[in-house]
Structures are given as C-alpha cells and as structure tokens.
C-alpha cells in the first residue's frame, strides 16, 4: 500500500511549521519497527542455542534480545509521545486552517454541497485525523517495517528462508493494496450518500415553514425520504465490496504463513535444517506473519481514514480568490463604476454583457429590469463575491481587485431582502454593523430607521434577543434592523436590495426615511422594486437579458420612448417586472 499520498496530504493539513514534528514521528515509529522485527529474529539463536543444549550461547544471545528489546521501548514511547504531540497539533490547527483558508474562498464555492461537506470534514474529519495518529499510523508502520527487518535478520541464520520470506512480500503487498482499495471504494460511495442525505435533513429542517404551508411537514419529505434510501442502499454495497477486502488480506497472510512452514518443513526433511532449528523457524514465520495480518486488518481502515483527510486537502487546496498585497486608494470615494464588464457564474452562460454604468458619489441608482436581468448579481460583483470575466468593476475609484478584503468591504454596506439576524439582543444585532460604535450611534441609526419603534414595543427593549435568523420579528421589521446596522457602519457605499413583498404603512415610513438618510451621506445602489424609489432616484440603470438597456432620470426615460417607457406605459399588464405602486 502506497503511504506517500496519506502523508503527503497531512502534511499539507499540519502546515509547513509542523512538517519537522510530522518527519520526526514518521522516524521513530520506523526505528520502532524495526527493532520490533530484529528483537524477533533474535529469537531463532535464542532457541536454537536453548534446544540444542548450548546453554552459554543462548545466554549471549538472549542479552543482545534483551538490548534490543529495551531500545525497542524507548523507541515505542518516543514514536507513541510524537505521534500525539502531531496528533494534538493537528486538531488544534486544522479547524483553524481550514476556517482561514474558507473565508478566503470566492462566495460562488459555498454550493449546498460543498457546505454539507465542509460541515462533515470539521466535525468526524477531525476526530478521525487524531485517530489516525493514535491508532493506525503506528500500527501500519510496524506492520510493514517489522517483516521487512525480520526477513533482514533471517538472512544471518538461513538465507532460503529469508528469500522464501521476500518472495511472499510483493504478493501480500499486493493483495492488502487491493483489498484497501475496495474498501476505500466502498467508503467513497457512501461518503457521497451521506453527504446529499445530511443536505437533505438540513433542508428539511431548514424548511419546515415552507414544507407546512404545502402540508408536508409530518407526512414526509420525497427528496429527504429518497436520500436515506440512496444511503442506505449504497451502505449494502459498500459492506459487501468491503467482505472480499477484508477477506482477502487474511487468506493472503495465513497463505504466506503456510508457505514459511512448507519451506521450513521442506529444508528439515532435506537435511539442511536440523529439527531443533526448525522449531525456532516456526516460530518465527508466525512472529513475521503477525504484523502482516494486522497490517490487512488495518490497510482498509486506513484507506477510508485517507478518503477523510484527502477531502479535507481538497478543501484547503481551493484556490482562494487573488489578494492585493495591499489596497490601492483611489481617488473617487464612495464611486461605483462598471466599465466592460462580462460575468457568467458558469462558463458557457452569460449573465452579464458588456455592463458599463457609472453610479457618481452620494446619489441614489436604482437598478430596474425583469426577473433574472442580473440585478442582484452587479451587487455580487460589487462586493467582490465573484470576479468578472472581463471589464472592470471600480469602488472608490479603485478595480476591487486591487484592494484587500477587509478594506473593500470596509467601504460597503448590504441590506438584503433575505435579512438574516444574529441570534442575539437587537442592540447587538445593529452594533455588528460596526462594533466599535458606541451606543449612542447605535440608538441614533435605529432611532432612523424605525427600530426604536419595535424596541418600545417589546418587554426587554434593546436587550431583546431576536431568535435564530431573527424570527421572532416580522420580515418588515428585520429590514429596518437591517437597516440600521447600514446606518451604523457609515460606509461610503450602500447595496440595497428593495423589499419586493409589500411593506405596511409604518415600516413603508421608516424605510423610505431611513434611504433618503443613508443617500445623504453615502452612494446608495438599489434593485428597486416600487416606484417611488424608481422616480427619487437621482439615476435609473434599466437592465434587460444582462446587458444596460437604458440609462437616465425616470423623466429622460419617459421621454426616451425605450424599455422602460413601455414598462411604464404597460406596467399594470408588465409580468416580468416586479415594479409595485406605492
Ligand atoms: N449562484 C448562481 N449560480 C449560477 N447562476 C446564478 C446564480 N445566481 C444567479 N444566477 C443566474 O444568473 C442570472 C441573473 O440572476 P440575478 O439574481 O442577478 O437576477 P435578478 O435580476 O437579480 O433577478 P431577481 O429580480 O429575480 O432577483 C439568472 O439567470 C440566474 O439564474
């Protein structure tokens, strides 16, 4: 069984600071093996002194055992102290790695299917990788290396049965890496079942509200219900492809022990090994065959415990979207700019093409077309959430690839329809807009945009918790706190993604007061979808098919007899766009 790849992917999950710690484990436990093998061969001179009556001889013998044995501890605990020392590293360091290494990835890789996977690798990846140095590691080592060192010593005392003894290797070697390999299989299968089973559960959950509403809460979730099918079915096949595994690597281990004792017998009858020799010969094809059968036993264990750290590899192996050492200041703060800019999230399907539309500081763009124009994706590539094909897209004067992260998201803030809450106190909720705004701020923006209102209303005030998501508010009210949390971080630009469900009066109010003051002091970009937004706004960016159909005042576009004209002309009849009077 080829260990290069396991290592080499543990390597990368310890890092390069860990790499020595990793080397020097990988040493002892080889020394250990090692001496293991040859304590075991000393035990041919041993007994042959002992039956041949050489009594001073066997005594020789016995105390090079003895040394060799003593090193053999030390060697044991060394490796086994090492081996925890990485194993501790490892778990202390991987949730780390991997959490740095996942903010850095461009939002587009957070598919259901990756997170489901990312949430099973931090959770049973960890344990198994600690596991991996407490239990399989040392064993599989010492199963390959002690064999080998008995055979080595073998040599001194009958030079046929060592050959006898390398011949059965690349056979057993052989045998262990395809039983593994089924096994392996059979663990990848249902990995992947597992996987689409727990997205499944998590949806369910998720969804409970949805599924209710169409009365499919108790009675059953298809997709859900044919998922656990799926696992369980690939389950059976797994444990099947896993028996001539597991099968396998014992008939292979007893057919090498059997073949040792022929030729032993064989050497006997031929007169070339006395039979007191012989017995010791006995005893030490089954000392070499012991770890070789234990190194079947765990060749499939191993196999799965790699499928494990290979996913987790996989994951830090992602490549990251390209950071700017450091963010070039541009000369135009709070400006947006789209300059050329094509965009498809897959390769073959355009979404955007050839964007270029200039939103100048401090006012107000709304961003109208139909469903599925790519409104809300120009607000993606504002924020960096994907890069562009080609084109330019420019924050503050500056490509939003020349600047760092933190300093470009620094500069934006995001109200979006989908509002999600901490599961925190509401003062918390709007402070994490900027956390070091003090209170003051805090009551001020959500004085602005209404949440003082809702405070009033409830028994613990600002101390409020707000539920997972923010559930125990109603969706106009989780804007408002949205809201406020944009006010509170004061950024130059604001995102803001128009609540297309129809508000109430009060929360209709507070919304509109709390823009024209966000407008006041920042570029505010909005996928509006009700006209008074569309007339205040200072410029109307009108999307069709991803492309900039028209721009202007909603009195130039009037008059420019265009798209939006027939929109507006039309609108009572408009299916596609989402514009709602009032
Ligand atoms: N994450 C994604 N992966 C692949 N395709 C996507 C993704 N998000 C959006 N799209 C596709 O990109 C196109 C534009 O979507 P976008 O959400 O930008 O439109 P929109 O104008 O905001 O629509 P709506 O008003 O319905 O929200 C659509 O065809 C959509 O299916």
Redesign the pocket.
């Known amino acids: 069984m080829n260990l290069r790849p396991l290592l080499r992917d543990l390597s990368a999950i310890l890092g390069p600071e860990h790499r020595g710690a990793l080397r020097a484990y990988l040493v002892w436990a080889t020394v250990f093996g090692g001496l293991q093998g040859v304590a075991a061969a000393l035990m041919v001179p041993v007994l042959r002194g002992l039956l041949a009556g050489e009594v001073g001889d066997a005594l020789s013998w016995l105390a090079v055992m003895a040394v060799v044995v003593l090193a053999t501890c030390v060697a044991n605990y060394v490796q086994a102290m090492k081996g925890f020392a990485v194993a501790i590293v490892a778990l202390t360091t991987m949730h780390e790695r991997v959490g740095d290494h996942v903010s850095e990835l461009p939002v587009?890789w957070f598919?259901g299917e990756k997170v489901g996977r990312l949430s099973r690798i931090v959770t049973s990846g960890t344990v198994m990788v600690g596991g991996l140095f407490a239990h399989l590691l040392t064993p599989l080592l010492a199963g390959a290396v002690t064999p080998v060192a008995i055979a080595a010593v073998t040599f001194f005392f009958d030079w046929r049965l060592a050959v006898a003894m390398l011949v059965c290797a690349p056979l057993l070697a052989w045998v262990f890496s395809w039983c593994a390999r089924l096994v392996g299989r059979g663990d990848e299968l249902s990995d992947t079942a597992a996987v689409s089973a727990a997205n499944r559960v998590v949806e369910f959950a998720r969804h409970q509200r949805t599924l209710r509403a169409f009365g499919r809460g108790s009675d059953g979730h298809r997709p859900l219900e044919d998922a656990i099918t799926e696992q369980h079915r690939v389950g059976r096949k797994a444990l099947w492809m896993a028996v001539p595994g597991i099968l396998g690597g014992g008939l292979a281990t007893q057919f090498a022990f059997t073949v040792l004792i022929v030729v032993g017998v064989l050497l006997a009858l031929g007169g070339s090994v006395d039979p007191v020799a012989l017995v010791a010969v006995l005893a030490l094809a089954a000392r070499f065959t012991g770890p070789l059968a234990e190194l079947s036993e765990l060749s499939g264990a191993v196999r799965m415990a790699h499928n494990d750290v290979r996913r987790i590899t996989e994951v830090l192996r992602e490549e990251p979207l390209p950071e700017p050492v450091a963010t070039t200041i541009g000369e135009r703060p709070g400006e947006i700019e789209f300059d050329h800019v094509d965009f498809?999230?897959?390769e073959d399907?355009p979404?955007?093409r050839d964007v270029t539309f200039t939103v100048p500081p401090r006012t107000m763009t709304a961003l109208v077309?139909?469903?599925?124009?790519?409104?809300?994706?120009?607000t993606?590539l504002i924020a960096r959430f994907w890069d562009v094909d080609s084109g330019t897209v420019r924050v503050g004067g500056t490509d939003v690839r020349d600047q760092r992260t933190e300093d470009l998201v620094g500069q934006i803030a995001m109200v979006f329809q989908d509002v999600y809450l901490f599961d925190d106190t509401l003062e918390a909720n709007i402070l994490a807009g900027r956390p070091d705004a003090t209170t003051e701020e805090v009551r001020a923006a959500g004085r602005l945009a209404g949440v003082e209102e809702i405070v009033g209303r409830l028994p613990d005030g600002w101390a409020t918790r707000v539920g997972e998501g923010g559930t125990s508010l109603s969706g106009g009210e989780r804007q408002r706190v949205s809201i406020a949390r944009a006010i509170v971080k004061n950024a130059p630009v604001v995102l803001l993604?128009e609540a297309?469900a129809a508000l109430d009066t009060e929360n209709e109010r507070y919304v509109r007061a709390a823009m024209r003051a966000l407008t006041e002091r920042s570029t505010v970009l909005v996928?509006a979808?009700r006209l008074p937004t569309v007339v205040a706004a200072d410029q109307i960016v009108v999307?069709d098919g991803?492309a900039v159909a028209q721009v202007g005042t909603h009195e130039e576009l009037i008059v420019a007899d265009g798209r939006y004209a027939a929109f507006w002309h039309e609108r009572d009849r408009a299916r596609g766009w989402?514009l709602a009077a009032g």
């Open positions: 587009g598919t498809g999230y897959d399907r979404v955007l077309g139909a469903s599925g124009s790519g409104k809300t994706t120009v993606r993604d297309t996928i979808h999307l991803g989402r």
